[in-house]
């Protein structure tokens, strides 16, 4: 079973935007977050970030039962 799409065009690139900062942040440039765990945590929720930008799919928000996604 496939899920559902719940995640507009707009939350789509705003993730990927914010995930692409954050995994920056976290992997590449550490010395930006100044504790290692603290920037270990920020990349991997910035790939979160981008997975489900480019999934247009949010489990939290199913759970929550919001849509962003226009129905038409």
């Known amino acids: 079973m496939k899920p559902r799409r719940n995640l507009s ?8 935007g914010v995930g ?10 550490t010395t930006l977050i100044g504790d290692t765990y ?4 920020a990349g991997i929720f910035g790939a979160v970030n981008i997975v489900a930008g480019l999934g247009g799919y949010c ?14």
């Open 38 to 41: 603290l920037a270990v945590a």
């Open 20 to 29: 692409m900062v954050l995994m920056y942040m976290g992997f590449i440039d």
């Open 59 to 72: 489990p939290l928000y199913r759970l929550a039962g919001i849509s962003t996604r226009c129905s038409k």
């Open 9 to 16: 065009r707009l939350d789509q690139v705003l993730r990927i």
